[in-house]
């Protein structure tokens, strides 16, 4: 009975991966095979650790989290033995990758990179992704790599505050930019100019 049980908690992850289709976190799938009680944590742990040794599962690790998905193999296995899995079990991961595969997909990434320049300084590239659209990407140059994983960490650790302020900024129009603008557009013409005629 506990062979059968276990084998039939390993299958319910496979097709959990499988319907939906991308890959999830840990708390993801514990959120549906634990939080529902088909299985406790250990025993997750247990078929997640297994699962991965028969190259049923793989994982990869981006944006500092490790996501798993189901292999080539794994959707084989899952394609002989899925009418092993209860129909309640069946209709119930259906269920839920439909109301939830939206909210995992549109999971929003928050990037941070830097890299050493020619003139002996660092761009920090920082960017919010969502799904394949870009939220927000901007690139910072400082001076030292210290300054660049500062920028970096600061970016990740607080990226609510700093992208809410930087669109409430960039959407209103603050008393006096109209003038700050002329004296920007009036800088960036004096320096094209004087690079054109270097002799003036």
Known sequence: MRKKQLAENKLLILFLLYQMDIPMTVTQITEFA?????????????????LQEEALVDEKYENETTRYFITAD???????????IPNEKRVAVLDYTTKNKGSIKKDINVLANYFYNKENDYTVKCGIYEDAKTLLEINV???????????????????????????HT?????????EKSLEIAEALAKNKKRKKNPAE
């Open 34 to 50: 634990v939080d529902r009680e088909y299985m406790d944590y250990f025993s997750f742990q247990e078929h997640m650790h297994e």
């Open 170 to 178: 960039l959407l209103q129009q603050p008393e006096g930019i109209e």
């Open 141 to 167: 140059t400082v001076p030292s790599k210290e300054d660049a994983k500062l920028l970096k960490k600061n970016w990740k650790e607080n990226i609510p505050y700093l992208y809410g302020n930087i669109l």
């Open 74 to 84: 794994g959707e084989q296995v899952l394609n002989y033995f899925s009418k092993q």
